[in-house]
């Protein structure tokens, strides 16, 4: 199982970035997905979730300016991040389940927002 992220990087405050990650190795549309984040110094948080179903739940933190989706053809998930503030700094890790059977990391993308 293969989970890889894309789309990390630097960016002003105000701006927009829009993570990708592929899945490999389980079937993608059973599964619900998430983003999660690990910011400097602080432990990992949950962003966002879509379930197989896409049905959504998002960080208080993010609501309104983040939105994630998910495209099974394409065994991809997306997170597209708007109005960027520096709090959004982390590393940006998917994650495929947590179910009974599937619950598997990708290794990260590292987005730093400047101010």
């Known amino acids: 199982v293969q989970l890889q992220a894309y789309g990390g990087g630097l960016v002003q405050a105000g701006g927009s970035l829009r993570l990708s990650c592929v899945a490999s190795g389980i079937i993608f549309s059973f599964n619900d997905m998430g983003w999660y984040r690990q910011p400097p110094g602080k432990q990992r948080e949950l962003v966002a979730t879509?379930?197989?179903?896409?049905?959504?739940t998002y960080a208080d933190s993010v609501k309104g300016r983040f939105t994630i989706s998910r495209d099974d053809a394409k065994s991809t998930v997306y997170l597209q991040m708007n109005s960027l503030k520096p709090e959004d700094t982390a590393v940006y890790y998917c994650r495929a389940g947590p179910s009974t059977w599937v619950d598997y990391w990708g290794k990260g993308t590292l987005v730093t927002v400047s101010s």
């Open positions: 879509v379930t197989s179903g896409s049905i959504t």
